[in-house]
């Protein structure tokens, strides 16, 4: 095969993946091979794009030798041509895989040419260049860029990029990439082409490209330097009305970040583009987020408080990136939550600093309890810093993401606010430009507060909830208070035993008026033993405890607190996210008492303390909107689930819905004029004040309807025919969704006939009909799934309709098996189709041994079924094996 050169070479298809790869933290190297920068030109059709690459490259001299070959990631490409230093390779100079390029001998430095073709229009998976219906753009993190070009795609591999995109002028005349546009022009055929320029080095997971035709809504900030940044916001045309509210959202975040930790924007232009078809929510490509449509489009009839609200923290979040992330970025992506902890970190102060209230921190530990709580105690419990992967996509989860970030808000209540900002300031300073790990994050704070923080990082490395019993002792006496703390964390996949951590507790103690007794009301205490007992001098009277304020630490408390002491710190607690907190552990308790009843068949009795302590809260004029409406909701299924070992979905609702009527039947004087209290004719404007008001009404509205006479059905009506907003006309839908009758068919129409044409809404529409707990709603799902508006190819109907059946506590979780049946069909037609949407859609199932025996058998043969299939991704082969072995088998 001597001098043959290239005309075509298609990689070889990927062998489906009877024994996928598991990659390992421990193995990580440094690079072979350093990229300083690369030239990108991209010719887009419609049936192929050709991309030609010019990399400057670098041998690592103090790790690879000279015939260490220069191996770069490929998947799917078609390579058309490979020049090294000015001369086309043979065939024996390289090999191609399914996964990679491989160049066996390269000089110390070398400039390489490659040109490639790839299929957008025929990339469903949504990861690297593909397209959304007119739009071409692009999703590289973590492993996207691979299926651009041929590229060492590993994120400590940081470049200097430049794009050229070339396309038609008419189908495409908005052509945009990293950086600063820096030289544009016309061809023959009705081409045009633009060049981009990024003059900050990035991993290639960073790098973006979108074409179309959009609109840009256009403002601008001058940061504290005085520097003048462009904003733009780019959408279809037939949404330009939609950006203003993320406008304000990025000039706010951007704002915040300059004062709250001293981050100036670096570029002079920041883009944002709104895109239909998108696997999750945004991406912090550098100077050009793309995010998914809804975090970007909004007007006070189209979109929910709700809406609102995620729209000011996703454009928070990926703004923040851009230090957190971006400027400062991965070793590798073991270290993922370096980025990703850290910036939802960042995210959360952002929002307790907008909402000004307990409700953000209850927002969160609500989050993190419902989700990351069962993901550590089931099968795919992995530490924050995961030690191996077989599909990196799975790892971008709640550990990762929430508790990373609750480690980060550990980590600030043990340095205390000035120590920890000057902690990150020195992260940003001594790393800046470079891909790091969590190692070196933590040394900048150890640096600074002058500490050891080993024992800290044990966070990093050890996997599950810690749970914490507690004993307490008064010696009047003495006047001394001994709390006795014991820490003990569960077993998890590969990780036995535990050390103990250091686990920040915040305490405070009450007199019986409820009025603090330590200076500065609340003391933090470092448990850093198994066991560990801590003595308060001076208390002169027997004190209330009040454990874990602010949610100090993401571990689990066994309260020693009689339910009469619940009740009087919900009613008392001076920290607002205690008396919540006191609110939920005396209703589970009451919901774990009242399902053993239930399941023996006894009749349902409502307990006195518990009515009385909700009553008075319904009744207590001085309580905070926001914060009233949480206490009064039930606490979440899924944190009931956490507490149970054979969880019976029936038992759960019933219960529950049993509680919720005796609210109603109890308080309907107070339930309706709450509502009237809080509804507000006015013209509708986003507020967190005027949102806790809507949200309080609501779930009054909610409550009353638990018994939809004319009455409350007419106010149901009243609220739908008036609504100025959609938050307002969404809760009647929601709420008539799990009513039988006719007025539920009436509005469905006429919602959808108002709505019909705008597919963020429709998805509203699905969603409230796929949550129905009426029986037939696995068959309505069904139908929808024929419904014109749903599209299998599209994630966000697919998570509304799919996704959404799969949390609906009873049809979903149906004794015949029918709905684990249903949703394993979809999981497998979405395998071909998108592998990380259908990993998504496994999270119904990771739980399935907290079911009783019956659904767990059931759930069991479906993920049997699922296992057994022929060419799996990665993606659903890693967590269907780990479901059900607890491992992935090569492990
Ligand atoms: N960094 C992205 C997530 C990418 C997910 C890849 N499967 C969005 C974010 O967390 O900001
Ligand atoms: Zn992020």
Known sequence: ?????????????????????????????????????????????EDYTEVRSTLCVRRNTGIAQEQTPFILQGEELELRALVL?????????FD????????????????LEITCITHPEKNTALSGLYRSKALFCTQCEAEGFRRITFFPDRPDVMAKFTTTIIADTNLYPVLLS????????????????????????????????VAGHLIALEDHFVTRSGRLIALKIFVEWENQDKCAHAMTALKKAMKWDEETYGREYDLDIYMIVAVNDFNMGAMENKGLNIFNAKYILARPETATDTDFQHIDLVVGHEYFHNWSGNRVTCRDWFQLSLKE??????????????????????EHA???RSHQFAEDAGPMAHPVRPESYVEINNFYTSTVYEKGAEVIKMLKTLLGTDTFRKGMDLYFERFDGQAVTIEDFVACHEFVSKRDLTQFKLWYSQAGT?????NEEYHPKTQTYTLQLKQSCPPTPHQPKKNPMLIPIAVGLLNAQGEDLLENKTQILNLTETEQSFNFPSITEKPMLSLLRGFSAPVKIKSPLSNEQLAFLLAHDSDDFNRWDAGQMLSIRIILELIEDWQKSKPLKINNLWWKAHQSLLEDKRLNTALKAEILMLPSSPYVIEFLDSADPDAIFAVKKFLRKEISRRAKKHLLQLYQDNHNTERYCYSTETAAKRFLKNLCLSYLMEYPDKNHMALCLKQWKTANNMTDSLAVLGILADVDCPEREKILEEFYNRWQHDVLIINKWFRVQASSALPNTLECVQKLMQHPAFDINNPNTVYALIGTFSHNLVCFHEKSGKGYRFLADIILQLDTINPQVAARMMTAFTHWRKFDKDRQAKMRSELERIQKTAKLSTDVYEIVNKCLFGTSPQT
């Open 178 to 209: 990293n950086g600063n546009p820096i030289e544009q022009g016309l061809l023959i055929n009705n081409r045009h082409w633009v060049k981009w320029e990024d003059p900050f080095k990035k991993p290639c997971y960073l790098f973006a490209l």
């Open 366 to 368: 609500m989050g993190l």
């Open 85 to 93: 230093n000015g001369k086309t390779l043979d065939l024996e100079n």
């Open 341 to 362: 902890g850290l910036t939802v970190f960042r995210e959360h102060h952002f929002m307790d600093d907008i909402t000004q209230s307990a409700v953000s921190l209850i």
């Open 96 to 111: 191609l895989t399914a996964e990679a390029l491989i160049i066996h001998t390269v000089p110390e430095t070398f400039t």
């Open 1 to 45: 095969m001597t001098n043959t050169t290239i005309k075509s070479m298609v990689q070889p298809k990927a062998e489906h993946h009877n024994q996928p790869k598991t990659i390992y933290l421990k193995d990580y190297q440094p690079p072979h091979y350093w990229v300083d920068s690369v030239d990108l030109i991209f010719d887009l059709f």
């Open 466 to 470: 810690p749970e914490i019993e507690v």
